[in-house]
């Protein structure tokens, strides 16, 4: 061990009771908006599960947190050879390190953005990562907000776009403790959104970036459709030049294609088309989910919007195995200190773009019993209903009556003859004057 590092153990880490080839990683980590690519995710989990055994010590120089991976080792859990293994390692090590992961909140006009890993060194087989020392508390002694993952699962995915799919659906995969486990979990992605979190869309994407920035409430499906159509129209463009060039020199058809070819593969923006997206990617990361992970199976029906029925979102059905419900990581319900209660409604604020009264908020947040999840599910019910009145009571009567999309449009298409039948229906399980009357007496 250096003299400028010392080690550090996590025995008194009530998770480390786990068995060996699970690890923990953190919610924070997960929701993250970032570009990677699967062996970067790779020697991430592995590194995780070091970390979550006890095996990591302290850079003393920069306080970073670090990790020993033996070469051998990680040519056995990654199946590399010798040669193309170094040369895929330093690949990674170049772009990894100083790599940015960020959140937005664009509410209190503040955002985080922070390199994760800062330096990783190969010497005499043994590859070191550094991980950032601010990041501290999501790598290490995790107590509340974090995901059990099996690494041997995480390791048999076969892209980034499944391996961080696989994470993000997972870190949402728990019920209430006293629940009916009976019923399937319903997570709900916007389009856009779900492309910037599976890292297909660049959050760093300088373009991106500055369409952020210039909302104060970044409506991210709008972001991500006049960024796809920015690249779309760039595409062409180059294909126009180099169409011109392949006729100057006098090139064949066949060889004019193929360099056609190559341009789109490298200037169209990838799965744009909801068709593409559906057939090539999403079914795919489905199909080897369901048939490599044996604690969750997903099924999913997709939301639409306007006259042409643009798919909008999609909502993602999830089943735990009976065999695994006494294992699964339970959400319980806690009780929020008047502290945390204000920092909860300020993350929602960032969540939802509606200019709501912290009043309003509370009751919201009650009726769902601070689950973040439950309020958003009601929230994209609202913004596919059209005009309401009544927001706040629509919110209320939606998370009591547990609506998502599919029940909005099944109900909404029953009441063709009455438009606002299901809106208001909604709004009069809500009684404005009885609420404000409740929070004044508390």
């Known amino acids: ?39 970067e995710n790779q020697l991430m989990a592995i590194s995780l599960q070091k970390i979550f055994n006890g095996q990591w010590f302290v850079n003393l120089e920069t306080n970073a947190i670090c ?30 390190t100083g790599k940015n992961v960020g959140w937005e909140s664009p509410q209190k ?30 790598l290490t002694n995790l107590e509340r907000n974090f995901t059990i993952l099996n690494l041997q699962t995480m390791l048999s ?23 009916d486990t009976n019923h399937k979990i319903n997570i709900y992605y916007e389009l856009g959104k779900l492309k910037l979190q599976l890292g297909i869309i660049d959050i760093n994407d300088p373009k991106i970036k500055e369409k952020i920035k210039k909302s104060k409430n970044p409506d991210y499906e709008k972001i991500v459709a006049e960024y796809e159509i920015e690249k779309m129209e760039d595409c062409n463009y180059a294909l126009r030049a180099e169409k011109i060039i392949c006729s100057d020199k006098g090139l064949s058809k066949a060889e004019t294609n193929k360099r056609l070819a190559s341009v789109k593969k ?25 048939s490599i992970a044996n604690d969750i199976f997903i099924e999913y029906d997709v939301a639409r919007q306007g006259h042409g029925g643009k798919v909008s979102g999609i909502n993602f059905y999830l089943t735990i195995p009976e065999t695994k419900l006494d294992n699964i990581v339970v959400e319980e319900k806690k009780s929020l200190s008047p502290e945390e209660k204000m920092e909860f409604y300020e993350k929602l604020q960032d969540e939802i773009d509606l200019p709501l009264k912290i009043k309003d908020l509370q009751k919201i947040c009650e009726t769902a019993d601070y689950d973040l999840f439950r309020i958003k599910k009601a929230y994209n019910v609202l913004k596919c ?21 599919k029940t ?26 009885k609420l404000e009357e409740e929070i004044l007496a508390n």
Do not use: C, H
């Open 1 to 39: 061990m250096s003299k400028n590092t010392e080690e550090y153990s996590m025995n008194d880490d009530n998770t480390n009771q786990l068995p060996e080839k699970l690890y923990s990683k953190s919610n924070y980590l997960i929701s993250s908006m970032s570009s990677s690519n699967l062996l």
């Open 67 to 96: 990790v020993n991976l033996k070469a051998n080792e990680l040519r056995k859990l990654l199946k590399g050879n010798s040669g193309s293994f170094y040369a895929r390692l330093k690949s990674t090590a170049e772009s990894v």
């Open 109 to 138: 006009d503040s955002f985080d953005y922070i390199a994760v890993t800062i330096r990783m060194t190969y010497e005499k087989g043994v590859l070191t990562v550094q991980y950032n020392a601010a990041l501290r508390n999501y």
């Open 157 to 179: 995915l076969s892209s980034t776009y499944t391996f961080r799919f696989y994470e993000l659906l997972k870190s949402q995969a728990y019920y209430r403790r006293g629940s």
């Open 266 to 290: 490298e200037k169209y923006p990838a799965y744009m088309e909801w068709s593409v997206f559906k057939r090539d990617l999403l079914d795919k990361m489905i199909e080897e989910i369901n």
């Open 385 to 405: 209903s059209g005009k309401v009145e009544n927001i706040v009571g629509f919110l209320i009567s939606a998370i009591k009556n547990n609506y998502d999309i």
């Open 408 to 433: 909005y449009e099944n109900s909404n298409r029953k009441s063709k003859n009455n438009k606002n039948s299901f809106n208001r229906i909604m709004e009069n399980d809500y009684n404005i004057k």
